[in-house]
Structure formats: structure tokens, C-alpha cells
């Protein structure tokens, strides 16, 4: 059964950092470019971070460059995103999928940054 499973999210204040997991399963993370997306309130669903097959290549949202880290555990067959100096802007739901041929959501997890 594919299936992606996000954990990870909490809330923390302006500068803070968290470390999102998504768990995989029904296949191999390695033979696929996978992503990180994010969905604010009110707001379309847009693509924040990628990690490309074979290369392992990174490629981010311009507004997160320099602060999330996007990275895969093939081993756990695992998607991470390290979110450091987290702004009040970073909040939403955060969710993995395939980048080019996405399957089924998650329930994704949530980020709250706030004072």
C-alpha cells in the first residue's frame, strides 16, 4: 500500500527550528524525485523543497534558501526537512509527495510559528 505518513511539526517561536519526517511506504524513495509542500491558510499549495533521483540534487523555494535543508534517508526509505531560523511566514500544513507524479496526500503536519 503507497502511503506517505509527515510527522514532526509543533509550534515554535520566530527563529526556531524543527525537523520534518516523511515516512514512505509502497515504494522506493531513491527512484524518485521527492518534494516537500506546504499549504498556508487560505492559500494554494505550493512547492517548497525537492531532492532529484539519481543525483540527489536539492533545489528550494526562493523565500526558504539558506534555512530548510531538504534531505532522504534511503535506508528508511525516509524524506526529511530540517527548518531552521523558522519565521512567522513558514506557517502551515507541510507535506511530502512525489515531485512530478504525486500520488494520494498525507495528512501532513503542522508548523506553527509564532511569539
Known amino acids: 500500500q503507497v502511503q506517505l505518513v509527515e510527522s514532526g511539526g509543533g509550534k515554535v517561536q520566530p527563529g526556531g527550528s524543527l525537523r520534518l519526517s516523511c515516512a514512505v511506504s509502497g515504494f522506493t524513495v531513491s527512484r524518485y524525485s521527492m518534494s516537500w509542500y506546504r499549504q498556508a491558510p487560505g492559500k494554494e499549495r505550493e512547492l517548497v523543497a525537492t531532492i532529484t533521483t539519481p543525483s540527489g540534487s536539492t533545489n528550494y523555494l526562493d523565500s526558504v534558501k539558506g534555512r530548510f535543508t531538504i534531505s532522504r534517508d534511503n535506508a528508511k526509505n525516509t524524506v526529511y526537512l530540517q527548518m531552521n531560523t523558522l519565521k512567522p511566514e513558514d506557517t502551515a500544513v507541510y507535506y511530502c509527495?512525489?515531485?512530478?507524479?504525486?500520488?494520494?496526500w498525507g495528512q501532513g503536519t503542522q508548523v506553527t510559528v509564532s511569539s
Open positions: 509527495n512525489r515531485r512530478f507524479v504525486t500520488i494520494s
